[in-house]
Each structure stands twice: as C-alpha cells, then as structure tokens.
C-alpha cells in the first residue's frame, strides 16, 4: 500500500462567515454561489443574519434548478414559464439548456419555452426567467450561473461552473469576483498529486487506486423519476473519468480509449462533517457482492452473486467459467437443445444491474423448453459488480460508474490479445460452446441525469448518455445479416411495445430529452429508439443489445427494468427460432 495524500480542505462556507460575519461587514448585502447543500448554506444565512449581514447562499451547481427547488419566487404553480438560457461559445449551443434539466418536468401544467441568448464567457452568465402565474401575475427574475473558462487537467479549455462572491456595504465597499472552493479544490489536487506520481511504464500501474473523500451535505431529491442533485455523485464521476482520461493520455491513446489497463480506479465519495481527501493504492478487494436474496421474477434490488450461482444450479446445463482479474469467477451455463442457439449475457458494465437480473430470468424460464439451446451468462464482470455493491452500501442512488469497467480497468468487450482473456474468455467459450449467431448483450444506463460539472458539465465522450431516453436497442450485425436483424428487432420492439408501464416512461422520458437536448437522433420503432449499424468482424453475426435507464433503481422501478429485460430475451429467442427456421426451409 502507497498513501500518495491525505489532506483536510477548509469549507469555503466557513471561511465566508469568518470574513464577513463580523462587526466591521455589518448592513452589507451578501451574496454566494457555493458547492453546499441546502440545508448547510440556509444554516450559514441565519449565522449571517444574526451578524447583520443579509446574505443570500446560491448552488454554484444546477443554479437554476436550485431556484426552483429553494426559491419561494419559483414555487409556483404557473400558468406559463418562459426561460432565456445563455449560449455561450466555448460551452456549445445546448450546454446550458441541458443545465436547466429536468425542469420542463418540475413544472407541471405550465406551459414551457426555452430561448436561447448568446453571452461571452467572460461577462456574468445567467438565465432570464418570465414567471406567469394563473392570476395574470408576472414574475420576472435572473438566476446568474458563475462559470469560468480555464484548462482542464488535459490541457483543453473547459467552461465550468464555480464559486462566485458578491458583496456590497452601504459605505460603499464592493467585492464581485470569481470565488475559488474547497469542492474545486480538492478535485484539481486529487488530479495533480496522480499525475506527478511515478507510476512506471508497464500496465496495470496498480492493482486498486482509492480515491477516499469525505464531503458533508446531502443529496437534492427532484420531483422528476429518479433525478436528484448531488454533489457527491458528480465528484465520483469527475474523479473517475479525469483520472482514466490522464492515463489515456499518458499513456498515448486516444481519450476514450476502452483497452487501457491501468488497474481498478475507485473513488469513494461519502457524506462526512470534514471536507478530507485521501489516495492510496490497495490490493484488490476479493470480496463477494452480497445483495439480499430476491425472488427471482420479483426483485426489488440486485441479485447477490451467491443467489445468482443457485439460480444457476436450478437452471442446470453444463458448467462453464472464466476467472476474473481478482480472482473471482464468472460463472456461466450451455443448455444444449435442438433449438437454434443463442448467447445470453449482462453485467458487461457490472453497474447496469438490471440485465443481471433480466438474463437470469429469461433464462430460467427458456430452461423449461425442451429444445432450449442457449448460453448464459450473467454477470460477466464480477469484479465491477462486487465494487458496485461495496459504492452502494454508502450511496445508493449513484451511478458509480468506477464499476463500469473491470478490475484491470477496461472494457472486457475491449481487452487487448497481449494479456490474458479474464473475463473476456467467457464469450469466446459460449460461442465455442454453441455456435450461436445472435448474441442478446443486456446493458443498462443511468437513470438520472449524468454529468462532470468540473470538466465542462457534459461528461466527454459520453454526450449521448448524460440525459435519459427510455429503453432503446441498438442492433449490429454482419454483412448480408440485415434483413434478418431487422425482421429480429421488429419482433423485439412490438413485444416491448406491449408494456404499458414501460411505453409510458420511454413517453415521457423521450419528450423531456427532446425538450432539454434536442430532437431524439434514433430511428423509433414501436415507441422504442434503435440503432442499427453492420459491423463485419465482430462476432457472432447479430448482436442485440438492450439499454435500459436502470442505474440508481429500486421497488417497483427496478422491477419494470429487468421485466423489459427479460421479455427482449423472450421475444428475441422466440423470434430468432423463427428466423433461422425459415432460411432452412
């Protein structure tokens, strides 16, 4: 074990009310934009008022958002809502109508505009708001959202939001700048003391990399599915992506590269009275991903690993296994039937839970059938799924996005021919195993809102994933494949279609992406967005992959992800039975 830093950072909150809650600041007018919560900066105000300061705390992150939520200006109901967003250049044209989301959700009845206003990145930026109440009321209000242009950790200019301080005193002292927080702070340490580290030249640079922070506050619940501000959350994903991004480049491929090996990257971001931050590599955790038992057709929450190697027994078939990077196994099965085969998997990214559970089953319930003739494996990523469990006995409701990948720190779809298979040896066995030429790879996205508000808010590389669309498919195949691929898809859609709960949230969740994001760049199919591409060597000749908005779910919510799983397992093997049927006769 190597501890690279431990460090304790003052809050910035702290050090406004020990500047300004004094004698010599009393009558002034104070106003901040802060990484708090609400409760911590409605805490500090009452501090400030008892020193005779009027101090007004603002979210330094999703501004207007936080308006909505903590603003009795904004509480509504209204009637109309008109919003003027700024377009700012190096941010792109969508950056800060995407910040507004979900409110076009929040609003109820109102009827929403969205208008766009070109601002320079080096005046203050703020939203304009016309609040329309059912009494011909009219509100009018701006909501200032502090950002500032600066170099990221690799070297690109980002635009991203930051602490800002306003203070006026009726002597006439002025103070209206850029305020530097310990939230920034810690993020750009945490980034310097990795990248000044000798890490050597041979991968993987480290078995586990831990990233530990503590940060008090609590996570903004919003009144709209699954989302919720958190500033936990987003310091994970900054931290988690910034640190494999610097490696991506250190190590000369491109940014987004999916094959580098640099070892288990793991930020554990907690609530906690101190903001603390301290790195240290591990070894890898053995441990096992110990979720409660479920009922397998029922459950509320993920299956544990030692319920889904007894799901597995009762399915039967022939035992077949791959080791993972720490140890574990990846365990799988071969039902050998006269059926056409197909390759069942999840867990690929082992924090896109519902697939587990979906694939586990749809395939209890084929192993019923006769002639079944199928592979599945669950959870091909054990190490990512046993770090996920570990994220969630402390955050729940994050994405935990440091699960994604495997313990080597890639993608298993991805691993490089000069090391061992791991994990990626599973899929080769099953389609050794079987011959089968339709893979069904479940997969999952996050539920709620994803972004990096310190790298320019939208997560890079993964622009098309940071706001929820329902469940959609993306469907690739081989040359000369497409005819049967599409004949597959429309049976999958039209079966899927015939979820009600599951066609109301692709409505609604479809409706407020195209509000906040733009028009859906899918081909929609039975009210589900597909993607359909060839893809010439990627084995076997059609794959179907399923991505439900399943991060963060729980009750009822969880249940409707891995019932939409389960029945694009159903309906594709059903359909495929069909189809390779017919080129027979």
Not at 84 to 99: M, Q
Not at 299 to 304: E, I, Q, R, S, V
Request: hydrophobic share 40%; proline share 7%.
């Amino acid at each position: 074990m190597t501890l690279l830093i431990d460090q304790s950072f003052a809050r910035t909150l702290d050090r406004l009310l020990a500047r300004y809650a004094t004698p010599d600041w009393q009558g002034a007018t104070l106003d901040a934009w802060l990484f708090e919560d609400t409760a911590s900066r409605r805490a500090a105000e009452a501090r400030f008022r008892a020193a005779g300061i009027t101090a007004r705390l603002h979210p330094a992150y999703k501004p207007l958002i936080g308006l909505f939520m903590e603003d009795p200006r904004a509480a509504g109901p209204f009637a109309r809502v008109d919003v003027t967003y700024p377009v700012v250049a190096p941010a792109g044209d969508n950056r800060f109508r995407l910040e507004a989301y979900p409110l076009a959700g929040m609003l109820g009845d109102a009827v929403a505009t969205f208008t766009p206003d070109i601002q320079p990145a080096s005046g203050p930026i703020r939203y304009r708001l016309r609040l329309a109440a059912a009494d011909g009321t009219v509100t009018v209000l701006e909501v200032p959202a502090p950002n500032h242009l600066a170099p990221d950790h690799l070297g690109e200019m980002r635009l991203s939001p930051t602490g800002w301080l306003r203070v006026s005193h009726p002597d006439g002292r002025r103070i209206d700048e850029r305020l530097p927080t310990e939230y920034e702070a810690l993020f750009h340490r945490a980034m310097a003391v990795i990248a000044d580290h000798d890490w050597g030249q041979d991968e993987p640079f480290f078995e586990a990399l831990e990233i530990r922070v503590d940060l008090p506050g609590l996570d903004m619940v919003l009144p709209v599915g699954e989302e919720a501000v958190s500033l936990h959350e987003a310091l994970h994903e900054e931290l988690y992506f910034s640190v494999l991004e610097h490696i991506q480049r250190r190590t000369g491929r491109p940014v987004g590269a999916r094959d580098i090996q640099p070892g288990q990257i793991l930020p554990d971001i907690r609530a906690g009275d101190t903001v603390r931050l301290r790195i240290e590599t591990r070894p890898l955790d053995t441990g096992e991903a110990d979720w409660p038992d479920q009922p397998l057709h029922g459950a509320d929450a993920p299956f544990g690993m030692a319920q889904i190697r007894a799901e597995l027994d009762r399915i039967g078939g022939r035992v077949f296994t791959a080791g993972s990077r720490a140890g574990r196994t990846v365990p799988a099965r071969y039902i050998a039937g006269s059926d056409h085969p197909v390759m069942i998997s999840g867990g690929q990214h082992a924090n896109e839970v519902s697939g587990v559970a979906g694939a586990l089953r749809a395939a209890a319930l084929l192993a019923e059938r006769p002639a079944a003739h199928v592979t599945i494996a669950p959870v091909e990523n054990p190490d990512g799924y046993a770090l996920h469990r570990r994220l969630a006995r402390s955050q729940p409701r994050h994405m935990h996005h440091a699960a994604r990948y495997t313990a080597l720190g890639d993608d298993l779809e991805y691993r490089r021919a000069d090391v061992l298979p791991y994990e990626a040896a599973i899929r080769a066995e099953a389609r050794a195993l079987s011959g089968a030429d339709l893979h069904l790879n479940l997969h999952g996205y996050p539920s709620h809102e994803w972004t990096r508000p310190l790298t320019g808010y939208i997560p890079r590389g993964f622009e098309m994933w940071t706001v929820p669309k329902g469940l959609f498919l993306i469907l690739r195949h081989h040359p000369g494949w497409d005819a049967r691929a599409r004949r597959l898809l429309g049976r999958v859609t039209a079966a899927l279609a015939q979820i009600p709960a599951l066609a109301a949230l692709n409505a609604r969740q479809i409706a407020l992406y195209e509000f906040h994001a733009g028009r859906l760049d899918f081909e929609v199919i039975d009210g589900i967005p597909c993607m359909v591409s060839e893809h010439a060597t990627q084995a076997p000749a059609v794959t179907l992959i399923t991505e439900y908005p399943d991060e963060t779910v729980y009750g009822d919510a969880f249940r409707l992800a891995h019932d939409a799983q389960s029945r694009a397992v159903l309906a594709a093997y059903e359909a495929w039975q069909e189809i390779m049927g017919d080129d027979e006769t």
